[in-house]
């Protein structure tokens, strides 16, 4: 007999094993779609508190079906849920509520809470939108960085919250400097910055298009010892558009231009539709176009713990790391 939604909810979570009972880390996802036997679906947990993603359109029945057995699994706090149309053109035609409703599914309603990840306090507000403030498949990369970065100086491109800041200074990092097209998400960096007991320079949190500000950083001569370029996969500003697939070459040249000798240039992408090889090639394109020399020095990607592809197939987040010389 097939497994209930229920028992294959709660075998989903059973299944992440050593994050249950790491109390460094409170954030992490529960349930990744197919790979998980529930297509469609995901689901993220912190700290007690579930954030529901659907990848298509649900009837009303299914979905209330959906967060029936995520109660009876999980015994969440609160269930927050995420609707996300996989086209652009639907996602502009839908009021903002419909997609990211600001009330809870299930349980009790929670402005913000502050999640663990590897040891450092990230601030969450499930109701803020579609993007609740942590991405969690970075995990393992925030985790590399931690590793690596103690005396270095760090430039964190299309930052968001500024986890990869947070993490480079708590790693000794001699600098993190964090650009981002919002001021309000920088904010929010500071808050990060600040429940981690760390000070905050405004001049490390810089509002503005990072095309723009790249080509300032390289005008002056400044480079950093690390530079890590984590584009949303489609974004338009007032002056321009970019698309991971068709400009990541244009982004990896303009990066690659303030990366110092012997830094690391981390490239990032989470474009399903753009192969891994494809997406090392335009790296290695826009090094080249930057008159750099490269080293491929290995590719990072989402934990296989909390994050498992299906079966032949890759994950969407693809991170290469390059040397310049």
């Not at 998980?36 to 079906?65: N, Q």
């Not at 502009?92 to 929670?110: D, F, I, M, Q, T």
């Not at 590719?299 to 713990?305: F, H, R, V």
């Amino acid at each position: 007999m097939a497994p209930s939604l229920v028992d294959t909810l709660r075998a989903s979570r059973d299944r992440r094993g050593s994050l249950l009972s790491d109390a460094r880390t409170t954030a992490f996802r529960v349930l990744n779609g197919e790979a998980d036997g529930v297509p469609d679906v995901t689901a993220d947990v912190f700290e007690g508190l579930y954030v529901i993603s659907l990848y298509r359109d649900f009837t009303p029945p299914e979905e209330e079906a959906l967060l029936d057995a995520a109660v009876a699994a999980w015994a969440p706090r609160s269930v927050y849920l995420k609707r996300r149309p996989r086209e652009a053109r639907v996602l502009a035609n839908v009021a903002k509520e419909s997609l990211a409703p600001e009330l809870p599914a299930r349980g009790e309603a929670v402005e913000s809470l502050t999640a663990k990840e590897n040891g450092l306090s990230f601030l969450i507000r499930p109701a803020q939108g579609l993007s609740v403030g942590l991405y969690l498949d970075m995990r393992d990369t925030r985790a590399w960085l931690q590793e690596r970065v103690s005396g270095l100086t760090v430039l964190n491109l299309f930052s968001y919250t500024c986890a990869f800041g947070v993490v480079a200074t708590a790693s000794g990092a001699k600098r993190a400097l964090n650009i981002d097209a919002s001021r309000r998400v920088l904010e929010w960096g500071e808050e990060n910055a600040r429940l981690n007991g760390q000070p905050v320079d405004r001049y490390d949190y810089v509002a503005g298009d990072v095309f723009d500000w790249l080509k300032r950083l390289a005008k002056k001569g400044e480079t950093f010892d690390v530079v890590i370029a984590d584009p949303p996969s489609f974004s338009t500003t007032r002056t321009a558009r970019f698309s991971a697939a068709r400009d990541y070459a244009r982004l990896a040249d303009a990066a690659a231009r303030v990366v110092s000798p012997g830094g690391r240039l981390v490239a990032c992408c989470n474009h399903a539709g753009l192969p891994s090889r494809r997406f090392e090639t335009m790296v290695a394109e826009g090094v080249a176009l930057a008159g750099r020399k490269g080293r491929a020095m290995g590719s990072l990607g989402p934990s296989a713990l909390d994050f498992p592809a299906p079966p032949g197939e890759e994950a969407a987040l693809k991170v290469h790391v390059v040397e310049l010389r």
